[in-house]
């Protein structure tokens, strides 16, 4: 089981930017593929973008391709989401998760989840 911490959410302006991380609690973590999840209020969690163990692999969502970046640094056991041109509809709590094997887009195969941090948009 991998304990992930994640940080960085609060409230944005529409446009406006803002970049969570997402630390991570074991010694392996280069070999887990990762990915960010968001759920809003009253909707299912829905895929954000995920990334494999080494970085070379990258899946996004329709509705952030273009607006957000996921990166890691398995040095610092850390997973990273850039987020650009915020809108109000990005408005969620935010969730790492973590998964033994490749990337995916199904949060069936993810087996370790964070607590969440809530990112909030206004207009």
């Known amino acids: 089981q991998v304990q992930l911490v994640e940080s960085g959410g609060g409230l944005v302006q529409a446009g406006g930017s803002l970049r969570l991380s997402c630390a991570a609690s074991v010694r392996t973590f280069s070999t887990y593929a990762m990915g960010w999840f968001r759920q809003a209020p009253g909707k299912e969690r829905e895929f954000v973008a995920s990334i494999n163990s080494i970085s070379t692999i990258t899946y996004y969502s329709h509705f952030v391709k273009g607006r957000f970046t996921i990166s890691r640094e398995n040095a610092k056991n850390t997973l990273y989401l850039q987020m650009n041109d915020l809108k109000p509809e990005d408005t969620a709590v935010y969730y790492c998760?973590?998964?033994?094997?490749?990337?995916?887009?199904?949060?069936?195969?993810?087996?370790?989840w964070g607590q969440g941090t809530q990112v909030t948009v206004s207009s």
């Open positions: 998760a973590a998964r033994s094997g490749r990337a995916t887009s199904d949060k069936a195969d993810f087996g370790s």
